[in-house]
């Protein structure tokens, strides 16, 4: 493994755990050159995933930009970040698992909102004025009143 911090191509594995939820491999390295400690993940591919954009782009399922996208709509909520981890993981399982090496970004959406939907209201709200381009606030109302909520704006 590559030393991030020098590049130095030679690094040793210090420590190894399963990750809380046994979805991957912790490792913590060192490099022999320049002295750095760093932790690596390993975690098992089962296919490789290419996303369908709505505009027809291809590009490769990149599970960070996932995780990104539900810490920002749960930013600032009472979730606590393995929640977070183990909606990912079951998402990325789910694709993965689903027997299609191309999967649109729409149906990853959809994985996203029902996972939220159960998660935490609000960051549900949140991805949702997202995904679905809320371009005012009626938008915002007709979708929480489709919630069967009690919430209303301004009245």
């Given amino acids: 493994m590559r ?3 020098c590049g130095h191509e030679d690094t040793q594995v210090k420590d190894s755990r399963p990750t809380e939820d046994n979805a ?3 490792r913590r390295r060192f490099c022999t050159a320049c002295g ?3 932790t690596t993940f390993e975690r098992v591919q089962l296919r490789e995933l290419i996303v369908v954009k709505k505009n027809g782009q291809r590009t490769p399922f990149d599970r960070d930009k996932l995780a990104r996208s539900i810490a920002i709509a749960v930013r600032k ?3 606590d970040p393995d929640r977070v981890e183990r909606i990912v993981s ?4 789910r694709l993965e698992s689903c027997g299609e090496s191309e999967i649109s970004s ?3 959406g959809e994985l996203v909102m029902e996972a939220l939907a159960a998660l935490d209201q609000v960051a549900y709200v949140r991805f949702a004025s997202v995904y679905r381009n809320f371009r005012e606030a009626k938008d915002f109302e007709d ?6 909520s009690d919430i209303s704006f301004g009245e």
């Fill in 3 to 5: 030393c991030p911090f």
């Fill in 24 to 26: 991957a491999i912790r």
């Fill in 36 to 38: 750095s400690r760093f």
């Fill in 77 to 79: 909520r009472p979730v």
């Fill in 90 to 93: 079951s998402i990325q399982r």
């Fill in 106 to 108: 729409t149906a990853i």
């Fill in 143 to 148: 979708f929480v009143g489709k919630l069967g």
